[in-house]
Every structure is written in C-alpha cells, then in structure tokens.
C-alpha cells in the first residue's frame, strides 16, 4: 500500500473530496473554447458571484491567472506597481517579462502589508523617459501569512483610481483573508478591479483558478487565455469539483487557521526554535531556529518519519495546514521535530 504522509508543504497538496470526484465523474460537459460547458459555465456564474463582480473566467492555474491579468490590463512596456516579495515577482519565472512584456517597479512591504504613501510615490508622471503606470497589484493574504486591513486595501484601491489606473489583487487565498478579517470575499474583492483567486489551495479542488472583474475584462481576458494555450475543451470535468470548493469548502478554511495557531504555540514551545508570531494570520506557520541546523538532515529526518516539509526560504520554514492534516497528525509533527531536536543536541 502507498504510504501515507503528513503534508505540510502547502494547501496545495490537498487531495479532493469524495463528493468532488463524484462530481467530477458526473460532469455535463462540452467543448469549452465554443462556449458549450455548461459546468464550466455554472463555476464561472458562481465564482463571479462568490468575489462581487461581473463575471469570472476558469483558469489552469493562480500563476496562469495572475498573467492573464497583467496581459489584460497592460500593453508591453508598461509598467507594473507590485510587491518586491509577491508570488507574480518571486514565484512565477519571470512570466510577466515574456507574456506581458511588462517592467516590474517593486514596492517594500512590511511582514506583506503595503503602505499607500509608497505605492502612490512610485506611480510614474508623464515624462518622454518614463512608462507608463498600467497597473497596480496587490496581494491578500500575502505570501509571508499576513492579511491586509480593509482600510488599507481601500486607501490604496482610491490612489489607483484617483490616477486612472486599475487594481489586480492576487486573492489566491482570499477566503482565508476573508476568515482572518471575519468579513465576506466580497469586500475585498471590491478593492481591486480584477481579482484572481485559487480553487485548489485550501478549498481542495484538484486543477483551477479564477480570474474576475466586469465583463468587459472578461471578454478580453477570454482571448488572452486561448493565446496563452489556456483555452480547455471538456473541463467541465474539472470545474464540478471548483463548484464543490466554492460551495462546501470556504467556510472550514478558519479551522486550518485555528490548527496552524495549535501548531505555532506547540512549536514555540521549544527553545530552539523562534516563531514569526506577527504572521500568524492565516493557516501557515513561519519559523526559523535560533541556532543553525543541518537543513538536509532535518528535512530528511522529517520525511523518514513521514512528514513532508519544504526546504526553508531565506532561513524561514513554512508549514501549512490544511484539510489532510488533523490536530493528531499536528501532534505528531510535533513530536517529531522534539525528537529531531534532540537526536541533534
Ligand atoms: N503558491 C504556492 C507556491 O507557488 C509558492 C504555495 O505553495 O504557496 N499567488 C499566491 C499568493 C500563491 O501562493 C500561489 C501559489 C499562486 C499565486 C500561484 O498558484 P498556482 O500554484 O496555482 O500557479
């Protein structure tokens, strides 16, 4: 029999539910790129109407979405306002210099939350040597764990537009931002122009994103898709298990906050190890050691013992909870890391 282990790499890893492989199995579809999945069709309706906007189109993935946005809201040579730590700088290969064509013009944030003031004194005037400011994008949750406060996300939201430029929000986890601030998707989403967001993170959809906004977008955001080879023919195989997400896994995404809380206070616990608790916002936990360790041997150690981790990020570990990983799986990571520990001393 295969052999089961504790994943905590990312809520990417979640496997689907039953119901979703029933759904799945069930699927009406139809060849998409004709408009004839009503599946597809159904997730769209639905997803559009989970953030608040116009419509919604069904993408591969939060990366090909993220793209997709910058490809509709610019022309090459603009120029991109985005975090200097954001998945669209850091973890997407570059694709916005070869899709896009776009600069990018990085912001600092602190711990993942922007401050306006920067975003604004980086909006460029109109000078013959300049490009031109296309776009603005944010981030929420942000990759380090953070969430940003409404307050901000609407400050930022009226610079963009009191400069006649549109907001993209990479929402990959907006439900868990939307847990975190106790508020409905909606609100957040309505602080950018476009939004994407993720069906198979924690919500445990096997393949899918969404990208939103009006339907004007939309439309062109269609053709953007089938150029970038994104335009799927039967998928509504895969968007009934996206309609499974949005319907039956948003609200229990605030119990993978809660377990990462349990896990993050166990981890404290030892001396060793030192917890980014001013992150703790959403379901990851962030953690470095205090002295340094042998990372192969740790990461190795784990997986031995059946616990899949990632190697750390610039010193920082990351472990993420989600719905394949109960309390007592939480236990026995802990209890493993306590053992690792010790086997070093
Ligand atoms: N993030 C993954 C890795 O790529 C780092 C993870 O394990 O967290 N935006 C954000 C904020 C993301 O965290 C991710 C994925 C994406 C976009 C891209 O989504 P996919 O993996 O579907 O392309």
Do not use: W
Not at 10 to 17: A, I, K, Q, R
């Amino acid at each position: 029999m295969k052999k089961k282990y504790v994943d905590i790499r990312s809520d990417t890893v979640t496997l689907p539910t039953q119901k979703m492989r029933q759904a799945m199995f069930e699927a009406e579809v139809g060849d998409d790129v004709y408009g004839d999945d009503p599946t597809v069709k159904r997730l769209e309706a639905l997803a559009a109407k989970k953030v608040g906007k116009e419509a919604a189109l069904f993408v591969p993935s939060g990366t090909f979405g993220n793209e997709l946005a910058l490809f509709t809201h610019t022309k090459r040579g603009d120029e991109v306002i985005v975090d200097k730590n954001s998945h669209i700088v850091m973890h997407e290969v570059g694709a916005s210099a070869v899709i896009a064509g776009v600069q990018l013009r990085t912001y600092e944030s602190h711990n993942g939350i922007p401050n306006p003031k920067e975003i604004e004194s980086l909006i460029r005037e109109n000078d013959i040597h300049y490009p031109p400011t296309a776009l603005i994008c944010l981030e929420n949750p942000s990759g380090m764990g953070t969430v940003i406060d409404l307050k901000t996300m609407k400050k930022i939201s009226q610079i963009a537009h009191d400069h006649k430029i549109p907001v993209h929000l990479d929402g990959a986890r907006i439900f868990n931002a939307a847990c975190t601030m106790k508020l409905d998707a909606k609100e957040i989403a309505a602080c950018a122009d476009s939004v994407m967001f993720c069906l198979s993170k924690g919500l445990a959809a096997p393949i899918g994103s969404m990208l939103a906004g009006t339907k004007e977008f939309i439309e062109k955001a269609r053709k953007g898709r089938k150029l970038m080879g994104g335009g799927m023919r039967q998928a509504g195989v895969i968007a009934a298990a996206g309609i499974v997400a949005l319907e039956e896994m948003v609200e229990r995404l605030c119990e993978d906050h809660e377990n990462a809380k349990f896990l993050a206070d166990m981890l404290d616990k030892f001396e060793e190890i030192e917890v980014m608790r001013e992150r703790l916002q959403i379901n990851m936990v962030f953690f470095k050691f205090k002295k340094e360790i042998n990372t192969k041997a740790f990461i190795s150690y784990m997986f031995k013992n059946g616990i899949k981790i990632n190697p750390p990020e610039a010193g920082e570990y990351r472990f993420v909870t989600n719905k394949d990983v109960t309390k007592e799986s939480l236990n026995f990571v802990i209890d493993t890391v306590e053992n690792f520990l010790k086997s070093s001393k």
